[in-house]
């Protein structure tokens, strides 16, 4: 049974960083590509960057050079490094992985 859980989410002033995680138990971790997605309230559900199994990332227009996308397959474990968050950064993300949802983690970006 796959199972992610993600954790790291928060409340965090404008300009501040937050590190999102998500550890992948029950899937081969190292051959999947995967991602983090991001819903804000009254929108549909966008995607934030995502990493192929060899390395290959895509980032959204608006987090680009701000958010970065890595993974740690000893740990089975991928981030989502974010800095110089902005009040519309405020969302629930998600990761996935293969075709598995993480639960979502809320961050909000707020004075």
């Known amino acids: 049974q796959v199972q992610l859980v993600e954790s790291g989410g928060g409340l965090v002033q404008p300009g501040g960083s937050l590190r999102l995680s998500c550890a992948a138990s029950g899937i081969i971790f190292s051959i999947n590509a995967m991602g983090w997605y991001r819903q804000a309230p009254g929108k549909q559900r966008e995607l934030v960057a995502t990493?192929?199994?060899?390395?290959?990332?895509n980032y959204a227009d608006s987090v680009k050079g701000r958010f970065t996308i890595s993974r740690d397959n000893t740990k089975n474990t991928v981030y989502l490094q974010m800095n110089n968050l902005k009040p519309e950064d405020t969302a629930v993300y998600y990761c996935?992985?293969?075709?598995?949802w993480g639960q979502g983690t809320l961050v909000t970006v707020s004075s």
């Open positions: 996935k992985i293969g075709g598995t």
């Open positions: 990493r192929s199994s060899g390395g290959i990332t």
